[in-house]
């Protein structure tokens, strides 16, 4: 409510045309901003970056640029770290609550099917490429490698010092 009355544009960077205007109304809530309406804010924002704010949401204002009243703009991306969209609320408009609820669990209940096929898929590649084809290396292995290397690293100098030396043993004796 403190910022009531000021505008915010979200623009596109890669498609200028592209751009949501909002409003904040007098009681906190936002609205729809007419296009000729000066922006106290605008957050300029790229397509290929809206998967990772997507996916990041803590984050999300580290992918954009900002430009205008910097104390709005913190406002904004307090709220954009914490609002979450309550699909259920807008989806019982249109299909009625009992719906909406179902339709959210599916999708929710799909999403996870999704991220556990592809979590397990990584695993079971990752697995044959370690244990069936031997392309990758666990990391004990490489370990057990590395060890092995040093240890033969350290012989080799002893050998050569004693070698050395024993080089220096025959020529003093040559030299008697």
Known sequence: MPHAGK?????????????VRLRVAGDGYLAVAEADTPASVTIHVKLADVPLIVQHRERA??????????????CLSGLSKSLRWEAEHDLEKVVGPVAAVRMVAGARAAFAAVQSGH????????????????VLLR?????EFSSGVSRLRDDVERAAKRVARLEQLLAARAAK
């Open 139 to 143: 990391p004990p292995v490489v370990a």
């Open 61 to 74: 204002f580290s992918y954009v640029r900002i430009e205008g009243d910097a104390e709005f703009a913190n």
């Open 7 to 19: 505008v915010a544009c979200v623009a596109c960077v890669d498609a200028p045309s592209v751009a």
């Open 119 to 134: 979590r397990k898929l990584a695993e079971n590649v990752a697995e044959f490429l370690a244990e069936e084809r031997p």
